[in-house]
């Protein structure tokens, strides 16, 4: 069974960077198409960015972070990663990478996904 853990999570001034890893292990990630989302206080999980399987490692990211997160896959490492680059208050939330065995664009939407990983804290404050 695939297990995904999240690291690189922490506390950031506006304007800073974060950058997130999301690591594998039990099955190759070669297979999956991968996403990243994130959960608010008070809100519902929202897609951020994904990125499919592949060879041109098609990607789809929200309006709010187009620009300023970037996610990259390297499958010989066995990870995904989103580069937070401008970070801003609104983005304070738990993140999440999940991942499903598919064929097709990657889905925006958490039904789309069967694993997932436990979260890393992400918060942006003065």
């Known amino acids: 069974q695939l297990q995904l853990v999240e690291s690189g999570g922490g506390s950031v001034q506006p304007g800073g960077s974060l950058s997130l890893s999301c690591t594998a292990s039990?099955?190759?990630?070669?297979?999956?198409?991968l996403g990243w989302f994130r959960q608010a206080p008070g809100k519902e999980r929202e897609g951020v960015s994904c990125?499919?399987?592949?060879?041109?490692?098609?990607?789809w990211s929200a309006d709010s972070v187009k620009g300023r997160f970037t996610i990259s896959r390297d499958n010989s490492e066995n990870t995904v990663s989103l580069l937070m680059n401008n970070l801003k208050p609104e983005d304070t939330a738990i993140y999440y990478c999940a991942a499903v065995s598919t064929l097709g664009p990657c889905d925006q939407q958490e039904i789309g996904y069967d694993n997932w990983g436990q979260g890393t804290q992400v918060a942006v404050s003065a």
């Open positions: 039990g099955w190759t990630l070669y297979l999956y198409n």
């Open positions: 990125i499919d399987i592949s060879s041109d490692d098609h990607t």
